[in-house]
T-cell receptor
Framework: GAVVSQHPSWVICKSGTSVKIECRSLDFQATTMFWYRQFPKQSLMLMATSNEGSKATYEQGVEKDKFLINHASLTLSTLTVTSAHPEDSSFYIC???????????????????FGPGTRLTVL | GNSVTQMEGPVTLSEEAFLTINCTYT??????LFWYVQYPGEGLQLLLKATKADDKGSNKGFEATYRKETTSFHLEKGSVQVSDSAVYFCALTRNSGNTPLVFGKGTRLSVIA
């Protein structure tokens, strides 16, 4: 239990195009999903907090018009990188927090489950 | 604000050596503390966690004890293996609300045979 998937796992696109990344909680409902960005050999930087049915909360310095986040259901959040540029190339990771303590993972209180990440390369 | 400081790497050890990766934190209240591991090309996996003072998290031979008096959560393993080579992240989160994890910068561990 408590599996989070991301799609695609990697994507290469041309500069100026938009890319959508999906984050799904496969076997649990997530009230909140988080989007992180990780540069090579660096830590994860929180980009935004996404709550189902409401607008995402962006961290300071993150352009909300460039990184569009939609959390349409309790199992799906999407991040769209609009008009991508080479400097947007990075590893994007999502995580999901369970709506309630999971039967399959009794110690899951306050735990975030991470997706495997999406590597974006903008040419 | 909340922050996590962990020792800088890279750390290179021989197989079967003892491992310590230091982690200290600054937080209001009583956060939960975590260690995550990231293998090459993969996302993060929870390694262990502790939710209150004096708790010891353990998994796969790794241990860490929540020390409130020293605000520390050092990761230890008695005998590392080549397969432990990865980046290790210390993190914390508040125990209330939909608060995100705050990560340390990560420590790269390389274990050589």
């Amino acid at each position: 239990g408590a599996v989070v998937s991301q799609h695609p796992s990697w994507v290469i696109c041309k500069s100026g195009t938009s890319v959508k990344i999906e984050c799904r909680s496969l076997d649990f409902q997530a009230t909140t999903m988080f989007w992180y960005r990780q540069f090579p050999k660096q830590s994860l930087m929180l980009m935004a907090t996404s709550n189902e049915g409401s607008k995402a909360t962006y961290e300071q310095g993150v352009e909300k018009d460039k990184f569009l986040i939609n959390h349409a259901s309790l199992t799906l959040s999407t991040l769209t990188v609009t008009s991508a540029h080479p400097e947007d190339s990075s590893f994007y990771i999502c995580s999901a927090r369970a709506l309630r303590r999971l039967a399959a993972a009794p110690s899951s209180y306050n735990e975030q489950f991470f997706g495997p990440g999406t590597r974006l390369t903008v040419l | 604000g909340n922050s996590v400081t962990q020792m800088e790497g890279p750390v290179t050890l021989s197989e079967e050596a003892f491992l310590t990766i230091n982690c200290t934190y600054t937080a209001t209240g009583y956060p939960s503390l975590f260690w995550y591991v990231q293998y090459p090309g993969e996302g993060l996996q929870l390694l262990l966690k502790a939710t209150k003072a004096d708790d010891k998290g353990s998994n796969k031979g790794f241990e860490a004890t929540y020390r409130k008096e020293t605000t520390s959560f050092h990761l230890e393993k008695g005998s590392v293996q080549v397969s432990d080579s990865a980046v290790y992240f210390c993190a914390l989160t508040r125990n209330s609300g939909n608060t995100p994890l705050v990560f340390g910068k990560g420590t790269r561990l390389s274990v050589i045979a």
